[in-house]
């Protein structure tokens, strides 16, 4: 495997899977229009070799797609699928010891390496302003950090392994942070860092972080691993690396001697600065909030380090590769995790998070009368409070019967579901509960809603396979299309408020009662533009899901409440913007003609299919 990141780009180079953009680009905007556009086409790793104001390359795409992750991973992938699940299910060792003992040898590999001379030789020490200062969207606050590996120890019981490594964007200029001495840090309270921060306030001192940037890229990778209980990531780093995690202490604080850059500096208690906006990866920006700062300490280089960096937006992206690789490797832990699960889906093309689908077990339907979620609704439950899963806003779960299903096969699987909804039973709202902190449809910061819809037993319709006469000729209800089996989309007024809404739903739904009863479309998704959202299966998901908030924006067709439970005869999803949704993500069209020379013939990228 790669002992540096330069290993790893050479290899790609050999195998031709990354071009050197030799030409001269501005960090403003255009390395990110750049890799947006190649990573659309499919195309290639990139290494620009000539930042404009920086001395130092960068390179982007790197784990473009599933195959160049793989590809990136060859030698060390089977391994470390094997500690992940011994980690899950540590019975397999004890049951066939002879067959995981390369697995436990592997493990032992990959404890992290303390080098014993607190000097950085090869590092130079820089300035934040001497970094590749790249600013991705037209709006973002400044420039961001989007591959950091972001490292703290536990306070109360420092050393490596009791520390947190986590990817968390770090804002490096803009805003009120001072260029050299502050840079923004963004995170959410629950996770590892936030954990280390309100331990260091309860102990009256400042958080010691150190910020690494490059070096192998499975540095990268376990920054984001969500791994099992008890294997810290520095030793996951080590395990996928091949290589064990090599480490010294300066000034107290850590240092990845493998790293290509390293920022250190300390977060005081107490102290916050506006952070954002930032394009993020639902499609939209995440706006300006308060988090954290770290007053920077010393910023180090290696002599040619190379910054690496990804481009996040509207799904997919190259992140979508990152998530696929990672489901590959962790996709059982959840079974081991929630017994009677089968599958879990996070939709990529509603932004993961805000969508859901999971198959589960209902093992004990032999014994009722009528087929009905029950063990369903228990899984479910037990999926909405576990990792990162918690974040998601609708769940849509069923079990397997006289059929197997693939949550990954979208439209089947929702058509089945939708042929089996008893919409007066299976819809299931939690309120006032925690969302995604990048999603603004709730009704604040980190706030909002989730649904479950579970379905299960006998097929009960025949969905609609055109646009129902119930949903034709409406007043102030126009353009009805079919997005896909049961479910169309149907154009509104602009959404003013929530009362105002609830008048035009009550509308609605009386003017389609008026023509008649229309079980064949149990799904109606009121929006602004439903010849958009009919476009594409990734259209639907991602203006749906991404647009509303279960229950502020779920409304039915002779709809009801009976001993608290909600039911309605067709469920509508009121997904049109709001005033309090975020902007969504719109490329510079100066900074897209700016680029265009870039693949031109005789150009850097003149090989590379532009889309």
Request: charged share 20%; aromatic share 8%.
């Amino acid at each position: 495997m790669y002992d540096n990141l330069e290993e790893c780009i050479l290899d790609l180079e050999k195998a031709g899977q990354l071009v050197r953009i030799r030409e001269e680009v501005d960090p403003y905007l255009e390395m990110a229009a750049i890799h947006l556009r190649v990573n659309a086409a499919g195309g290639p790793a990139l290494l620009f070799e000539n930042v404009k104001g920086s001395k130092f390359r960068a390179v982007s795409n790197l784990f473009g797609n599933l195959e160049r992750s793989k590809f990136i991973f060859r030698n060390t992938l089977g391994a470390t699928q094997d500690v992940i699940a011994l980690r899950n299910d540590p019975m397999k060792a004890l049951k066939n010891p002879f067959k995981h003992f390369s697995s436990g040898l592997a493990a032992s590999k990959a404890l992290p390496l303390k080098k014993a001379n607190n000097t950085l030789s090869g590092f130079k020490e820089i300035q934040v302003s001497d970094l590749p200062l790249i600013h991705h969207w037209p709006d973002d606050g400044g420039a961001f950090i989007t591959l950091p590996q972001v490292y703290t120890e536990d306070p109360e019981k420092p050393g490596i392994m009791n520390s947190n490594l986590g990817m968390y964007r770090v804002q490096l200029s803009g805003n009120e942070y001072e260029i050299n001495k502050e840079v923004g840090l963004h995170y959410q309270i629950h996770r590892g860092i936030g954990i280390h921060q309100e331990k260091a306030k309860k102990l009256g001192v400042p958080l010691k972080v150190s910020i690494f940037i490059g070096g192998p890229p499975a540095h990268t990778l376990a920054a984001v691993m969500p791994l099992p209980e008890g294997l810290s990531e520095m030793t996951f780093a080590g395990l996928i690396a091949g290589r064990r995690f090599r480490y010294s202490y300066i000034d107290g604080y850590c240092i990845s001697l493998d790293a290509d850059f390293v920022i250190t500096g300390e977060v005081h208690p107490g102290e916050t600065k506006p952070e954002g906006p930032f394009g993020d990866h639902l499609g939209y920006y995440s706006l300006i909030h308060h988090f954290p700062f770290l007053r920077v300490h010393k910023v180090f280089a290696k002599p040619n380090a190379i910054w690496p960096f990804t481009v996040v937006g509207r799904p997919p992206q190259e992140d979508t590769a990152f998530g696929d690789l990672i489901h590959g490797l962790t996709g059982h832990a959840i079974k081991q995790e929630i017994p009677g699960v089968k599958e879990v889906h996070a939709v990529d093309a509603a932004g993961v998070h805000p969508l859901l689908f999971a198959i589960g077990s209902e093992r004990y339907t032999p014994y009722q009368i009528v087929k009905q979620p029950t063990e369903l609704l228990t899984i479910a439950n037990r999926i909405l409070g576990t990792g990162h899963v918690s974040l998601a806003k609708y769940l849509f779960i069923t079990a397997e019967e006289h059929q197997p299903l693939d949550t990954h096969r979208e439209v089947e699987f929702l058509t089945y579901i939708l042929e089996r909804i008893d919409l007066h039973r299976d819809i299931h709202f939690q309120t006032n509960t925690t969302i995604d902190t990048l999603d603004y449809s709730g009704t604040g910061l980190n706030s909002g809603s989730k649904v479950v819809i579970a379905a299960y037993g006998d097929q009960k319709r025949d969905v609609c396979r055109a646009v129902p006469e119930q949903l034709k000729d409406l007043r102030d209800f126009k353009n009805p299309c079919l997005v896909m089996p049961g479910i169309v989309a149907i154009e509104g007024p602009e959404f003013v408020n929530y009362p105002q809404a609830q008048k035009e739903l009550d509308e609605l739904s009386l003017a389609i009662q008026t023509k008649g009863e229309m079980p064949t479309c149990p799904m109606i998704i009121l929006c602004d533009d439903s010849s958009f959202i009919s476009g594409s299966l990734n259209n639907f998901f991602w203006a749906t899901f991404t647009r509303s908030n279960p229950s502020h924006d779920i409304y039915g067709v002779n709809s009801y409440t009976e001993n608290k439970h909600w039911a309605c005869d067709n469920m509508i999803i009121d997904a049109r913007k709001k005033p309090h949704h975020a902007p969504p993500l719109i490329p510079d069209p100066e900074v897209e003609k700016n680029i265009e020379g870039l693949f031109l013939k005789g150009a850097s990228l003149s090989e590379v299919k532009a889309d």
